[in-house]
Nanobody, 122 residues
């Protein structure tokens, strides 16, 4: 059993900052990619950013890359998302994803957190 738990969401004014955290725990042998996705009301879930176990990052687009920073602490099985210069259009539920192997030679599986609400007021 693997648990993925996000924290750090909230209400912030446009131009403000928030830092999201996500910790994976349980029967973990190894974690490959970790990432953040978001889902706004009435829209599909979309990629925000991912990071490999080696620290290689990928961002959805230049607007996110210029304002958000994804980072990771492998010793803590934790991924972070520092969000600066927030805009009302960043309002969404933010979900954490971890690609986990629960034992040696096991296949990788996706695990998701329950989501954390980020609301940016204008």
């Amino acid at each position: 059993q693997v648990q993925v738990v996000e924290s750090g969401g909230g209400l912030v004014q446009a131009g403000g900052s928030l830092r999201l955290s996500c910790a994976a725990s349980g029967s973990i042998f190894s974690i490959n990619d970790m990432g953040w996705y978001r889902q706004a009301p009435g829209k599909q879930r979309e990629l925000v950013a991912t990071i490999t176990s080696g620290g290689t990052t990928n961002y959805a687009d230049s607007s996110v890359k210029d304002r958000f920073t994804i980072s990771r602490d492998n010793a803590k099985n934790t991924v972070y998302l520092q969000m600066n210069s927030l805009k009302p259009e960043d309002t969404a539920v933010y979900y954490c994803n971890a690609v986990v192997a629960t034992m040696p030679l096991a296949t990788w599986h996706d695990y998701w957190g329950q989501g954390t609400q980020v609301t940016v007021s204008s």
